[in-house]
């Protein structure tokens, strides 16, 4: 069956300019997860979404990360005025909810790389 | 607060057992998991844990928890080659819609 699907699966911006990744959840899972995979932080968790809201946001590093998600489906994580210090694996995962197990099925990841 | 930690590196011979060891502070992590991570891949999820469970076992793998020393292992029985890769483990933190913090990944080299 369909996974998470995630895009672009690279992407190399200049500093200062705005990217939009965008996460395709598995159908009928109404938890979205964002997280970002870097060298120097690891795995960390960014913004998780219950259908369309978002009720812990803990992880947006800066106020130039913000995300929205529509119809309680896709995603879309925008970075605004890109840093160096960006250039990461941003890692998309949903589930069927956030009670019970509530395992995570993650994307292949949007490499994003900032010059 | 919240912290996993794991070995960096293990290295073993093809036809051996691995064991992927990792530690956590929360005690009141409720599920406890293991991915895998593949060169270039995302992660897949491999297994998981119940925190009132001390063992799980499925096909070659199996999930060791210490919940008093807050110790988890991975075993991987008959390691092939196909099993390098990076290994996390992860725990759900209480309270945080279960939002995962990762250990910083062990890295599993098979050899002939």
């Known amino acids: 069956g369909a996974g998470v699907s995630q895009s672009p699966s690279n992407k190399v911006t200049e500093k200062g300019k705005d990217v939009e990744l965008r996460c395709d959840p598995i159908s009928g899972h109404t938890a979205l997860y964002w997280y970002r995979q870097s060298l120097g932080q690891g795995l960390e968790f960014l913004i998780y979404f219950q259908g369309n809201s978002a009720p812990d946001k803990s992880g947006l590093p800066s106020d130039r990360f913000s995300a929205e998600r529509t119809g309680g489906s896709v995603s879309t994580l925008t970075i605004q005025r890109t840093q160096q210090e960006d250039s990461a694996v941003y890692l998309c995962?949903?589930?069927?909810?956030?009670?019970?197990?509530?395992?995570?099925?993650f994307g292949p990841g949007t490499r994003l790389t900032v010059t | 607060g919240e912290d996993v930690e794991q070995s960096l590196f293990l290295s073993v011979r093809e036809g051996d057992s691995s064991v992927i060891n990792c530690t956590y502070t929360?005690?009141?992590?409720?599920?406890l998991y293991w991915y895998k991570q593949e060169p270039g891949a995302g992660l897949q999820l491999l297994t998981y844990?119940?925190?009132?469970?001390d063992m799980k076992q499925d096909q070659r793998l199996t999930v060791l928890l210490n919940k008093k020393d807050k110790h988890l292992s991975l075993r991987i029985a008959d390691t092939q080659t196909g099993d390098s890769a990076i290994y996390f483990c992860?725990?759900?933190?209480?309270?945080?819609?279960?939002?995962?913090?990762f250990g910083a990944g062990t890295r599993l080299a098979v050899h002939p």
């Open positions: 929360d005690s009141s992590s409720t599920y």
């Open positions: 844990i119940f925190s009132n469970m």
């Open positions: 995962a949903s589930s069927l909810g956030f009670r019970g197990r509530g395992e995570q099925y």
């Open positions: 992860a725990e759900i933190v209480p309270g945080g819609y279960n939002k995962l913090i």
